[in-house]
């Protein structure tokens, strides 16, 4: 059972618009919340994390959101440029049980953005 | 910056053979982790380690073992290749209290 997960395989933006991932979690658990930015045949690069007691975390063009009660947060990207174009990758982590804090990740959103 | 580098970064392997995947970090991580990605199924965790001669399973962990003599030095090892085991391979390692940083991957081509 998928305990992150990302609903949409795929996002077309244009480009100087906002692109926003959605991702969704069940384990209540999680505490720690990541966005990461994979391109092809490179490891993926962290981008951006928020902690469950905060609901927004804002770095440049990248903002997390983060709804507890809805299990659900988002990565908002604005403006889209052509250098976005990547997978990104929703993971979660919760340090409880035996977990030692590994992540656990969602499948991935493909989003391309076009000039 | 933080390095987490893996041995290489593309392989071409027979089935059968015994095939090793090696991970280095320099930032004196707790934490270790083996993922495999492949398309449409995300990033998966093979096995992970929290300290030193230390692993726990993760979600894929059948037809692998790991071993981690130093504290800075995660190996994935596979028993005996198979071709379901083509795959882009991914070492991270962190904190407890931070994100994990990937190494650059390693693409396996099992034939």
């Known amino acids: 059972d998928q305990q992150v997960k990302q609903n949409s395989p795929s996002l077309s933006v244009q480009e100087g618009r906002i692109s926003i991932l959605n991702c969704d979690y069940t384990?209540?658990?999680?505490?720690?919340f990541l966005w990461y930015k994979k391109y092809p045949a490179e490891g993926p690069t962290f981008l951006i994390s928020i902690s469950s007691i905060k609901d927004k975390n804002e770095d440049g063009r990248f903002t997390v959101f983060l709804n507890k009660s809805a299990k659900h947060l988002s990565l908002h990207i604005v403006p889209s440029q052509p250098g976005d174009s990547a997978v990104y990758f929703c993971?979660?982590?919760?340090?409880?049980?035996?977990?030692?804090?590994?992540?656990?990740f969602g499948k991935g959103t493909k989003l391309s953005v076009k000039p | 910056d933080v390095k987490v580098t893996q041995s290489s970064r593309y392989l071409v392997k027979r089935t059968g053979e015994k095939v090793f995947l090696e991970c280095v970090q320099d930032m004196d991580h707790e934490n270790m982790f083996w993922y495999r990605q492949d398309p449409g199924l995300g990033l998966r965790l093979i096995y992970f380690s929290y300290d030193v001669k230390m692993k726990e399973k993760g979600d894929i962990p059948e037809g692998y073992s790991v071993s981690r003599e130093k504290k800075e030095r995660f190996s994935l090892i596979l028993e005996s290749a198979s071709t379901n085991q083509t795959s882009m391979y991914l070492c991270?390692?962190?904190?407890?209290?931070?994100?994990?940083?990937f190494g650059q991957g390693t693409r396996l081509t099992v034939v």
């Open positions: 384990n209540s658990m999680f505490d720690y």
């Open positions: 991270a390692s962190s904190s407890r209290r931070t994100e994990a940083f």
């Open positions: 993971a979660a982590k919760g340090f409880y049980g035996g977990s030692q804090g590994n992540l656990i």
